[in-house]
């Protein structure tokens, strides 16, 4: 498990690393690790890193520092260095002296030759012949979207770009990018990751983020955002052991699907029946149709006469009719975990009597799209691990917000996100595999808030693994269905185990 950390938590660690070793030489210490990953970007790309050039964009504060500094060092190597000021009053001057020094050249953003767009001949000049950039427009403070000028040179931008702690344009704290936005080749970041480098178009923009170590881990504190590895989900997953038989390692009951909607009873139920090899029951009116697919089901027509089990999940395709209230409240008052996902949540939203019907004592995890989000609780908007959290309390629930990143919230504030890293797994009724999933690890036993971010990272590595043949994020695939994203399950079980080994 690694972390991010907030801005403001980043600062107050800051502060007290400064404490005991001075700022400019813990500058000096970001800058140097920024130089290292930008000459190795250059040989990457170029073939070469002496006799290369390099344009840095240099934004206000540290960050623009930052690059400056790294300017410098580039410079000892033999790199030619170019940096455009956006704000030239403001431009750190340590960073600036320092690159002055090396044998830097220095030019304004803009000036008497800006042309219409406001960008003078110079810049546009160190632009367009970089071989690398070095993003240090803006970091930690950045707000909003980025102001015109800096936006205009980030869309004239085609060498590979080094961003220094963060793409600039990209929102530091939610991810979330306004308009022009730099896309990295690779981020260098400092003590630990930033919010933004995990959520939303965030993941792409910065993508790979190295973390340079300043001495800032000893005054992190614990993160706002947990984020799993593939190693510890393979072996946090549930297996059999010698002493286990089917009912020791958790019945799950799935409660899913209609005449209308069988679909969803198979592919929740098969989920579950391929995520742990305890034993899955199925109840609801498409038990024929389960039974045809997964012969190992037990299968009834009713949650009345289901048989003991030790998780429900339960939603999918269950209408939100009359029937489908009553199979909901009879799987809430049973007294274990239950995840409630698609017609379940818009059933709570529509009827909040049936929160009466919740055994306070046994755990909820609720799986909501952003739609039936907006139903249970307004809008997500563009903070979404603060919507999820205070939805979370509120509800005394484990909430996990679908999407490209899925962010799970415990009742007590934690939160884990996924990044799906693509986006296949966005097709009809992937969603039930989800669910199928996180029933039969509630079943195991898994913790709620954890068995959601198992069951995420296992459903999008799977919908890779279907999509493309491998674990390669960026290798060509072609569109999948939901079956083919349960087909292919037991291969990121397996996988994920296997980093485990
Ligand atoms: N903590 C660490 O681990 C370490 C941190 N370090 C570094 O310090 C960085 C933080 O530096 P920072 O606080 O000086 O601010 P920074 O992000 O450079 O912004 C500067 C100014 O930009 C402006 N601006 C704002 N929004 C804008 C926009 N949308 N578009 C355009 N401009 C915008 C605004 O200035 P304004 O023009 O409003 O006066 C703002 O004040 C951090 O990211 C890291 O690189 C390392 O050196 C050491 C280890
Ligand atoms: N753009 C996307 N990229 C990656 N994963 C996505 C994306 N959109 C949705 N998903 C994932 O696909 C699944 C869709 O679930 P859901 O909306 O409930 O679909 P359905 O109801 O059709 O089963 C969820 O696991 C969600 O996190
Ligand atoms: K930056």
Known sequence: MYGAWTPDQ???????????TPEPQVMRRAAYAVAVHT???????????AGRHATLLVGAGNNGGDALWAGAFLRRRGVGVTAVLLSPDKAHPAGLAALRRAGGRVVEAGGPSADTAGIGAEAADAVERADVVVDGIVGLSARGGLRPTAAELV??????????????????????????????????????HRPCHVLGAGVVHSRPVEVADIGLDDFLGDPELYLLEDAE?????????????????????????????????????GAAVQATSGMVRYAGPAADVVRAHWPEVVATGSVTDAGRVQAWAVGPGIGTGGSGREVLRHVLEAGVPVCADADSITLLAEDPTLWDARDPDAPLVLTPHAGEFARLAGEVGADRVSAVREVAARFD????LKGNTTVVAAPDGRVLVNSARQSWPATAGSGDVLTGLIGALLAAG??????????????????LLAATGGADADAVG?????????????????AVRAEAL
């Open 10 to 20: 980043i600062r107050a660690a800051e502060q007290k690393l400064f404490a005991r």
């Open 478 to 494: 072609a569109p999948i269905g939901a079956s083919a994203l349960l087909a292919s399950v037991p291969d990121a079980i397996r």
């Open 397 to 400: 629930a484990v909430v996990l």
């Open 39 to 49: 000459a190795r970007l250059l040989d990457e790309s170029s073939g070469s890193v």
């Open 155 to 192: 869309r004239r931008v085609t060498a590979p770009v080094v961003a220094v702690d963060l793409p600039s344009g990209v929102d530091p704290l939610t991810g979330a990018v306004d308009g022009a936005a730099v896309s990295a080749e690779v981020t260098v970041t400092f003590g630990g």
């Open 446 to 463: 898994i913790d709620p808030w954890a068995a959601c971010g198992f069951a995420s990272l296992v459903h999008s590595r799977a919908a």
């Open 233 to 269: 989900v393979g072996a946090c997953w549930p297996v059999p052991s010698a002493s286990d038989d089917k009912y020791s390692q958790g019945v799950v009951g799935i409660a899913a699907g209609s005449a209308t909607y069988p679909g969803a009873a198979v592919l929740a139920g």
